[in-house]
């Protein structure tokens, strides 16, 4: 059984984001099970993978926010910023932190994944689906992207 587990109730109904949130989920679930194995190694490039898989998704997130023209597109980019230096501070202290102390590091990334789809994505998933459907042209690449919603 993984460690997280994607439930219905993180679903944005944009397929692309949904997509790189479930790759976040199996992003975390990788870096469990490279803290399970209790090597340094798998567990730095695990950590490495979720920081370059949030990253790309943030990239993508305010590219979509901004064609929106999204009205909370700068805190949402100031708290991207935040999440990233987080991240890499965890990285960081995984280096020569014990056994104990990445479990709880990874305790605290699970939640955060989760939360952060929940309360910061699925925010502003309404607007997008109304832009998509009243102010997008129709031939615009961006629906081909994000899929019919």
């Known amino acids: 059984m993984p460690y997280l587990a994607w439930s219905d109730d993180l679903?944005?109904?944009i397929p692309e984001l949904d997509a790189q949130h479930?790759?976040?989920?199996?992003?975390?679930?990788?870096?469990?099970?490279?803290?399970?194995s209790g090597q340094s190694e798998p567990l730095l490039a695990a950590m490495d993978g979720l920081i370059e898989c949030l990253r790309q998704h943030f990239v993508f997130e305010e590219k979509v926010l901004k064609m929106i023209d999204f009205s909370g597109l700068e805190d949402h980019t100031q708290t991207h910023e935040a999440i990233l230096e987080r991240l890499r501070e965890y990285r960081t202290r995984m280096e020569?932190?014990?056994?104990?102390?990445?479990?709880?590091?990874?305790?605290?990334?699970?939640?955060?994944?989760?939360?952060?789809?929940?309360h910061d994505d699925l925010d502003f998933g309404p607007t997008v689906r109304e832009w998509l459907r009243d102010a997008a042209p129709p031939d615009d690449p961006f629906k081909q992207l994000v899929g019919d919603t």
């Open 11 to 13: 679903d944005t109904r």
């Open 96 to 118: 020569t932190a014990s056994s104990a102390e990445v479990e709880e590091l990874i305790d605290t990334l699970g939640p955060w994944v989760v939360d952060h789809i929940r």
């Open 22 to 36: 479930r790759g976040m989920v199996d992003h975390i679930n990788r870096l469990q099970a490279a803290a399970a």
